[in-house]
């Protein structure tokens, strides 16, 4: 009995020593790049289960947590996300100092809503954790183990679900001992860290064939040159979308799987133009180059930049609002612009003219209310002389003159001008008018006539 009590306790013991043996490890890192906008705060706030969030400037820290059900064991997985501006590229030493590199991810975001930068966005953010690494001064022992690590990785990957369960069927020890030659693209830029190539808001495929015509054989396109930048660097790629909660549990799974070795049963995806998922070690050329067969008119080897154009940029017009203004301002600023106008006499234009004296003074005056009588209305005028006064102005006005008529011998009807590009309506009704006004002319100067016989006999 005692020696079954030890060997109970020994294997108390041992247990509990494997247990802490086999807790999950810390210090994981998961370094975030890309583009303004492209959804990278968002994404690793989804991974964490966070709805509020704030997003800041240079390097934001975040994180998601990892549980392990078989041990009761958790964790938290480092996310640094690094800012779209390459002015602050050098805050990746904070993020991954060199004794953590062995212990980080490269996860490259990619906006779908504007896929013309897509391929510039890869090489850039890949030049930039290039840079990195080479001034990480990584010793070359190091570097050599972890690329070789990289393409061991991918050499030994197995579909899921080729076992029994969905499990991978495990390799027998001599199909372990001979790996797959990679291709002649595979693994050409091998960093010695993992990448892993997220395309987020893949909801806008559906916009882009709507307002920017679209095709399959664009996105086709597109997905085969995504997936040959993903081969270079053996990276594996995901398409999500945070709007529609699509292949995020797929990528939280992956990178666990990735980073602590937790088993992964999720095959590649590739029937879905939205949701395409192809981890590290599936893809090859020959995959790829079935989507060519999609093309219409499209060819493999045509530009990315030529085909994949940005669209021009739609200005927005916006009609500008008039704000009515008060009426009694409108009133104010009309009768300001009124008094500012000169006054205009209204009727005919009286003769001023100053003429040398003829005969007695007194003649001369009489010539002068004369004048003033013919040119005011008197009260036994007729209205037909009236209307032809108030007419005959308004015509010489209408011909283009401002200044009075032509005086002559005591009558002071306007003169006729007569423009050569002149109506000869207009004319007609001058001259009748003219007709009208010299007979009531004629009965004036005889009315004056008698007047001044009657004035000759007094005297």
């Not at 005692?2 to 890192?29: A, C, F």
């Not at 990276?235 to 939280?252: F, G, I, P, Q, R």
């Not at 999609?294 to 930049?305: A, P, R, V």
């Not at 209408?398 to 002559?408: C, H, I, L, S, V």
Request: charged residues 25%.
């Amino acid at each position: 009995e005692e020696d079954d009590g030890q060997n109970l306790w020994s294997t108390i013991l041992s247990e509990v020593s494997t247990h802490s043996r086999s807790k999950l490890p810390s210090g994981k890192n998961v370094l975030v790049m890309g583009e303004v906008g492209s959804g990278k705060t968002t994404l690793v706030a989804k991974l964490q289960g966070v709805e509020e969030y704030m997003k800041g400037r240079g390097l934001e820290y975040l994180y998601f947590s990892v549980h392990d059900d078989d041990i009761d064991d958790h964790t938290r997985c480092n996310a640094w996300v690094l800012d779209g501006d390459l002015y602050h590229k050098g805050l990746q030493g904070v993020a991954v100092p060199v004794d953590a590199i062995g212990s980080t991810l490269l996860l490259i975001t990619v906006d779908m809503s504007r896929p013309w930068n897509a391929l510039d966005s890869l090489q850039k953010w890949a030049a930039v954790a290039r840079e990195h690494v080479d001034k990480l001064r990584v010793t070359p022992e190091t570097l050599r183990e972890l690329e070789h690590r990289l393409v061991k990785q991918f050499q030994e990957y197995t579909e899921p679900g080729s076992g029994e369960d969905g499990t991978p069927q495990r390799r027998s020890e001599d199909e372990e001992s001979v790996l797959l030659p990679l291709g002649d693209n595979t693994l050409t830029h091998n960093l010695g860290i993992p990448v892993v190539v997220v395309c987020t808001k893949c909801d806008a495929i559906s916009t882009l064939e709507k307002e920017h015509d679209y095709r399959d054989e664009h996105l086709d396109f597109i997905q085969s040159h995504i997936r040959r930048f993903c081969l270079q660097y053996g990276a594996s790629l995901v398409y999500t979308s945070v709007k529609e909660m699509k292949n995020l549990d797929v990528l939280y799974k992956y990178l666990v799987h990735r980073l602590y070795g937790f088993p992964f049963h999720c095959p590649a995806q590739v029937v879905e133009r939205d949701a395409v998922f192809i981890p590290s070690g599936w893809d090859n050329e020959k995959k790829i180059s079935i989507l060519h067969e999609n093309f219409q008119t499209l060819k493999t080897d045509d530009n990315f930049e030529e085909i994949i154009i940005k669209p021009p940029v739609r200005k927005i017009v916006h009609e500008k609002e008039i704000q009515a203004e008060d009426d009694q301002v409108f009133l104010v600023k009309l009768q300001s612009l009124l008094a500012k106008q000169p006054t205009v006499t209204a009727g005919r234009p009286v003769d001023t003219t100053n003429r040398p004296p003829s005969g007695s003074p007194r003649t001369s005056n009489r010539s002068a209310a004369a004048n003033v009588a013919n040119a005011m209305p008197q009260s036994g005028q007729t209205s037909e002389g009236v209307l032809a006064n108030f007419f005959n102005s308004l015509l010489t006005k209408k011909a283009g003159t401002g200044g009075p008529g032509t005086p002559g011998g005591g009558n002071n009807t306007p003169g006729t001008v007569r423009k050569s590009g002149s109506k000869l309506g207009l004319s007609d009704v001058q001259a009748e008018l003219d007709r009208i006004s010299s007979r009531e002319t004629d009965s004036d100067v005889s009315n004056a006539n008698e007047t001044s016989a009657a004035d000759g006999q007094d005297t």
